[in-house]
């Protein structure tokens, strides 16, 4: 088997790589290897901090069948890139999901997002809206979900509202720690 040594010393070699510690092979230090990706994307020190700053839903009064768009203002607050999830909820539940890609560029600190959410198979009643976007590596996590106070409204198609009103308005929950000027606002 002609070779087969040398796969041997490659295999040997890269394990060694892998399993031993930074520097220790050449003395100095001990500190772990990591391969791409190993770090969480960025670096070993990256503070990943991602905030769900504003959500706004229209239309809070809806018959059974429409479809109610919602605007998501994600803020990237530290440092770190790559592409992850932002999910609408109603209710608590997962109800549409988006991939966005944040942190390519450092001046771009803001990402609007949109979402329309089909409510034919929904049945009546008051759903409370939100929007939620996680990465396991948060600093802090407890600004990763926002929920917008008033509910959404969904009577059966065709039916009144309560109290004679119309279909429509709309509803918007900010952050207050939110510096609205990032938007224009």
Known sequence: MPGSGRMFWLAIGVLATIALPGK???GGTAGPVLL??????GGGDT???LAVRQVKVSPVRAHAGDVIHVDVVIENKAEGSRTSSADLLANGKVVASHLFTWGWSPGDRVYQLSFDWDTRKVP???YRIGAQAFVAEDSSPFDNMLEVTQPVLIVPAGS???GGGAAGGSAT???PRFDKSLIGG
């Open 24 to 26: 220790a092979v050449f």
């Open 36 to 41: 791409a990706e190993m770090d969480g994307g």
């Open 47 to 49: 503070n990943i901090d």
């Open 124 to 126: 009546p009643g008051e």
């Open 160 to 162: 009144a509202f309560p």
């Open 173 to 175: 929950e900010t952050d």
